[in-house]
């Protein structure tokens, strides 16, 4: 059974410019959540989806934003991209909710901003 | 508001030991616990996972213990390995369907 799959695994943008970073969840996951982690930093939640709507945001600005699909797959969009968004974005994916659920996370995806 | 802190922030011992890895949160009212890996540039594997019901969980050379009353959880390691090393991190469920994480213990052993 495939884990979670995140694309694109590098990604390179100029400051200004848009990101647009894919996840797609383990088969019968309904829930998605986005990370960020920056360089020696913790994990800093920023998007929770579950069944096409979102849940829950976490304390980042409006230009970070997504979606999630009928196929429960995500995306995240982050705008007007700042040299401190560089940094490795982790996207998991459980049955709805945390409670009771393993959260399973996929490979990241790295966003360098010059 | 809950917070979540490991201590230590990073533990370096030789092969063969056994150890234990920090985890303590503020408030009592947990959905459940979690314990993940990660591996440097890499996403995070889950290890463990405590239901607030229970009082520990094991696999392989892993036991992780959860003492609700006193706001803690161990991770025992038992007889270290040098692929052992990695940052270990705890996360705390609580009933708003949110993640709390620690920052995590970075643990390297030494062959």
């Known amino acids: 059974e495939a884990g979670v799959t995140q694309s694109p695994t590098h990604l390179i943008k100029t400051r200004g410019q848009q990101a647009t970073l894919r996840c797609s969840p383990i088969s019968g996951h309904t829930s998605v959540y986005w990370y960020q982690q920056a360089l020696g930093l913790g994990l800093q939640f920023l998007l929770w989806?579950?069944?096409?709507?979102?849940?829950n945001r976490g304390n980042f600005p409006p230009r970070f934003s997504g979606r999630q699909f009928p196929n429960y797959s995500s995306e995240l969009n982050v705008n007007a991209l700042e040299l401190e968004d560089s940094a490795l974005y982790l996207c998991?994916?459980?049955?709805?909710?945390?409670?009771?659920?393993?959260?399973?996370f996929g490979e990241g995806s790295w966003l360098t901003v010059v | 508001k809950q917070e979540v802190t490991q201590i230590p922030a990073a533990l370096s011992v030789p092969e063969g030991e056994n150890l234990v890895l920090n985890c303590s949160f503020t408030?009592?009212?947990?959905?459940?616990l979690q314990w993940f890996r990660q591996d440097p540039g890499k996403g995070l594997t889950s290890l463990l996972l405590i239901q607030s019901s229970q009082r520990e969980q094991t696999s392989g050379r892993l036991n992780a213990s959860l003492d609700k009353s006193s706001g803690r959880s161990t991770l025992y390691i038992a007889a270290s390995q040098p692929g052992d090393s990695a940052t270990y991190l705890c996360a705390v469920g609580d009933s708003n369907y949110q993640l709390i994480w620690g920052a995590g213990t970075k643990l390297i052993i030494k062959p």
């Open positions: 408030d009592s009212a947990i959905y459940n």
């Open positions: 998991a994916s459980s049955l709805r909710g945390y409670s009771g659920n393993t959260i399973y």
């Open positions: 989806y579950d069944e096409g709507e979102e849940r």
